[in-house]
């Protein structure tokens, strides 16, 4: 019965039930941990932990004694987060894990929230980082263009790409999307579904598959009935699986490049910066020199450009500088096209001399026969 359930699953169809696809944990910071329990199976990698969320808590507190305390109360959760979330690491690779970060994307400034998670996560040059867009909807989280300038921001830190966490309908509207979102469009897919097979919901056109796959978290795992369970983890505890083996996850790790990209894709990209220079400051930001691709508006006016000059074609073109003349048939034309001085004596010249036969000029032709 195990080799038969095995031989079932593949990459989107219960891809968990097969014992050699590699699975990597991701909690938030109010997750329980029971680290020498977790370390028991051999088929966790990695780890991937909350960093930061939105914007940072404001630096100053101002206002009137509540908006003093509840601005207290944020900086004190931020700290204790942030000191669990480097304990959290310290332990995970301790154990042998592959160690991630996710920012939690809000409405606000793309590019502070970029600045925020990286000072917060302070990630190493292996450690996977990723950009956590819930869902489609500005108001409540980062919008997608907005999210574009994160990904730029980070990039422009240090040198690499995060990973795109998303679910399905929001990944589908990207991948429709990928001429305006070129940059989310093309980064590893961090698939969030919780159902056994998602093959007909994938964004196959865009993505050819995943990098992780969330299929098992609180809407979908509970204490009598689990896609799977990891030890020393409690029932609320998001689980993910990996297309490839434990040693091929382990290689892959931490992504940090894109997929699948036309060259003419680069145009908005900016070329890395080492990290050095980068924390040296004063880094001039240079991008690809290749074209970008042609927006609608731009084909549509190609193409009106095109109709244009195909339609003139048909057209008997306007002379408006002909010389006039008694006698002014195609031959005397060609002569006065042919002629680089166009003085009244050498058009008198070039006319008399002009032969009615290179022209095909029927009319003078029949006289002089």
């Known amino acids: 019965m195990a080799l038969s359930t095995a031989a079932k699953a593949s990459d989107f169809s219960e891809p968990w039930k097969n014992a050699d696809r590699a ?3 991701d909690a938030y910071e109010y997750n329980s941990i029971d680290w020498a329990q977790l370390a028991t199976d051999k088929r966790v990698v990695g780890f991937i932990n909350k960093a930061s969320d939105g914007m940072p808590p404001p630096y100053f507190c101002l206002g009137n004694d509540i908006e003093v305390k509840l601005c207290k109360a944020l ?3 931020h700290a204790v987060t942030r000191e669990l979330f480097q304990t959290r690491r310290v332990v995970a690779k301790a154990l042998g894990l592959k ?16 600045n925020n998670f990286l000072d917060f996560a302070e990630p190493a040059p292996d450690d996977l980082m990723a950009l956590d867009i819930e869902g489609n909807d500005p108001s409540q989280w980062m919008s997608l263009d907005d999210a574009e300038e994160f990904v730029r921001q980070v990039h422009r830190r240090i040198g690499r790409f995060p990973v795109l966490y998303t679910n399905g309908k929001t990944a589908q509207y990207i991948a429709d999307n990928s001429y305006r979102y070129r940059l989310l469009s093309r980064l590893p897919l961090w698939y ?7 093959d007909v919901h994938f964004a196959m056109g865009n993505w050819q598959g995943y990098a992780l796959w969330q299929f098992s978290a609180q809407a979908n795992c509970g204490r009598f009935r689990c896609p799977y369970r990891v030890a020393g983890t409690p029932n609320d505890i998001d689980v993910n699986v990996a297309p490839t083996d434990a040693a091929t996850l382990r290689a892959q790790w931490p992504f940090g490049g894109l997929i699948d990209v036309p060259p003419d894709y680069l145009a908005s990209i900016p070329l890395p910066v080492s990290r050095e220079a980068g924390l040296a400051g004063n880094v001039t930001i240079t991008y690809a020199s290749v074209a970008a691709p042609p927006t609608f508006e731009d084909m549509v006016a190609a193409l009106g450009t095109r109709w244009s000059r195909f339609r003139d074609g048909f057209r008997m073109p306007v002379v408006k500088t002909v010389p006039r003349r008694p006698s002014f048939g195609i031959v005397q034309y060609v002569a006065w096209k042919r002629t680089e001085r166009r003085s009244p004596a050498q058009l008198d010249a070039a006319f008399a001399v002009a032969d009615p036969l290179s022209t095909a000029s029927t009319e003078l032709d029949r006289g002089q026969r």
């Open 23 to 25: 699975l990597v944990v």
């Open 75 to 77: 900086w004190k959760r």
């Open 99 to 114: 160690w991630g970060a996710y920012h939690l994307a809000r409405p606000g400034n793309p590019v502070e929230q970029a």
């Open 192 to 198: 969030a579904r919780y159902k056994s097979d998602i």
